[in-house]
């Protein structure tokens, strides 16, 4: 729902009612992962997609419909071979796609979701999918250390949140905290699900985390191109460079922020602050061996999603020698990608930031970084796997 927010907000602030059609589980070859979603407000407008192409004409009427009856529903879409008209995921795919209709007024769970995301704060958005229909689309906006609306079964009667919110409050911030998003169930009670366990309440998390970040070392002309990749991936870019007279605002329009400093103590500051994180991205572009060991020596020994340093072979031959200098272990060492980036045969500014972008895509899914045309099994790595149905 991140890239669709601001027009939700927007929305709401216009007094418009609207539906939302989420994807909330995925089976084999999918266009779009969980959390992909489709909005379409009450005069018809729409904003977000769920397939593609595949199967958006069929969700906006369920939206639709959301909307004219007031009641949430839950969606299976696969391959028809029966039906050649029917809507369906032509990649052979099952998607699950839960639609939620949101009325003008409040909503302190959307309010809360929506707010967040606007001020770039961690949220997760809990929506009961499946359960009892007293439940279902029952949502819950879930901060660090709150959280807004309410199940409708309501308090105990000790007037405390009842077993079953409190129970998925935790569930939903252990996902948050792990930046996740996913499906998890209950039993109506708020115990955990067993075999023998008649009746589930199945609850759909969309994490919603500050985007990560991606770290350019090295204020040349390929920053800038690999800036400008970065904010398209929805990465927040700085670019860090000791040379004032290079390090501009003006040189490098497409980065969030430009540090002039010392590579390695502002990589330092960073870590101290806890603003580093598994999804931040590290590449280092200068190749120059007073900043660049200083600063690998120091970014190897930390937990960050991805170290890339750019130079010749020879370069990073030597680069290799000197940080085993340093005393980084091997395991550490092998951690970095060096020379930078995929080989695309890229000479220019652009095609090295693509053939960067593509190593950290890669890395972040898997990939096999090899050709499709002649490969087999699914295009599209499952990212999460369904909790809440099984795939006939």
């Not at 020994?301 to 020879?314: C, E, H, K, Q």
Request: hydrophobic content about 45%; charged content about 20%.
């Amino acid at each position: 729902m991140h890239d669709i927010a601001q027009q939700l907000h927007a929305w709401r602030a216009a007094g418009r009612g609207f539906a939302v059609a989420t994807v909330v589980a995925v089976s084999g070859s999918a266009p779009r992962p969980p959390g992909a979603a489709l909005a379409v407000s009450t005069d018809g407008q729409t904003v977000g997609s769920v397939s593609g192409g595949c199967v958006e004409a069929a969700v906006y009427e369920l939206c639709l419909e959301a909307l004219r009856t007031g009641q949430p529903v839950l969606q299976r879409f696969g391959y028809s071979e029966e039906d050649a008209f029917a809507a369906a995921l032509t990649c052979g795919g099952i998607i699950d796609i839960f639609v939620q209709p949101v009325p003008p007024g409040p909503e302190p769970a959307f309010d809360t979701v929506l707010d967040s995301i606007s001020g770039d704060e961690p949220v997760a958005l809990v929506r009961v999918i499946e359960g009892p229909a007293s439940l279902l689309g029952a949502a819950l906006g879930v901060q660090p250390n709150l959280h807004l609306g309410s199940l409708p079964d309501g308090l105990d009667p000790a007037g405390q949140r009842s077993a079953l919110e409190l129970a998925a409050v935790t569930q939903a911030r252990a996902l948050l905290e792990a930046g996740k998003t996913g499906t998890f169930e209950l039993a109506p009670d708020g115990r955990s699900c067993d075999p023998h366990t008649q009746q589930t309440v199945t609850f759909f998390v969309e994490s919603h985390v500050p985007a990560p970040r991606m770290l350019i070392f090295g204020a040349i002309d390929f920053a800038g191109a690999v800036a400008r990749l970065g904010g398209f991936l929805g990465y927040r870019v700085t670019i860090c460079d000791a040379r004032e007279v290079f390090a501009t605002e003006a040189r490098f329009p497409y980065a969030d922020e430009v540090v002039v400093g010392w590579p390695h103590l502002y990589l330092d500051r960073e870590a101290a602050a806890g603003r580093l994180d598994g999804r931040t991205v590290v590449c280092v572009l200068t190749h120059d061996p007073k900043f660049d060991i200083p600063l690998l020596e120091r970014a190897l020994r930390i937990p960050l999603g991805y170290i890339g340093a750019m130079g010749s072979r020879r370069t990073h031959h030597d680069r290799l020698a000197q940080l085993c200098e340093a005393g980084l272990t091997e395991s550490e060492i092998g951690r970095l990608h060096s020379p930078i980036g995929l080989d695309l045969g890229a000479r220019t500014p652009e095609e090295t930031a693509v053939a960067i972008a593509a190593e950290i895509v890669a890395g972040n899914r898997g990939g096999g970084c090899l050709p499709l045309t002649g490969g087999v099994g699914p295009i599209h790595r499952a990212r999460h796997v369904p909790t809440f149905a099984e795939v006939p």
